[in-house]
């Protein structure tokens, strides 16, 4: 059966916790994923698919811009993705305000949260498209069969 490639804009953006526990956008306010943080958690994986610009060696995720953790003691600006340059999964950056990431990538959530239930702040700056390999229907010359399009997530 051969395959063919499907397009989406959705980057499939979700949080990962060091035990492995995921966590999914609550919602989206504009081009910001908002996550509902309400266990202590020092640091996390920022997932997302990947994609490829100019060529496969140089896949991409997302670009992120500003990451803002909001606690009961206040809003605290996270910017360790964008000054440190070694950080673990994160690409180039876009200026002084816009890093990518390489589809996993580590974010430090610097001792804020503490104990306290959170919500955390993702401005994604650039997705997609990402490619979704998806089966092909089985496609057929008679009238009375019926065609339907897989459904793209």
């Given amino acids: 059966m051969s395959s063919f490639d499907y397009l989406t804009n959705d980057?499939?953006?979700?949080?990962?916790?060091?035990?492995?526990?995921?966590?999914?956008?609550?919602?989206?306010?504009?081009?910001?994923?908002?996550?509902i943080l309400s266990t202590p958690i020092k640091s996390l994986w920022l997932l997302s698919r990947r994609h490829s610009q100019s060529c496969p060696s140089e896949e991409r995720g997302v670009l992120i811009g500003d990451i803002t953790l909001y606690a009961v003691r206040g809003a605290h600006r996270l910017t360790s993705h964008l000054t440190f340059p070694e950080s673990m999964g994160w690409a180039s950056s876009e200026g002084d305000d816009a890093r990518w990431t390489e589809g996993r990538a580590h974010l430090e959530l610097e001792n804020v949260l503490g104990k306290e239930t959170g919500m955390l702040s993702v401005e994604v700056c650039s997705k997609g498209p990402y490619h979704l390999e998806q089966e092909s229907p089985q496609l057929s010359c008679s009238p009375n069969v019926e065609f339907s399009l897989p459904h793209i997530q």
């Avoid at 980057?11 to 908002?34: E, F, K, M, N, T």
Wanted: include cysteine; hydrophobic fraction near 40%.
């Fill in 11 to 35: 980057p499939g953006l979700h949080l990962a916790c060091d035990d492995g526990y995921l966590i999914h956008p609550a919602r989206w306010q504009g081009s910001h994923a908002l996550f």
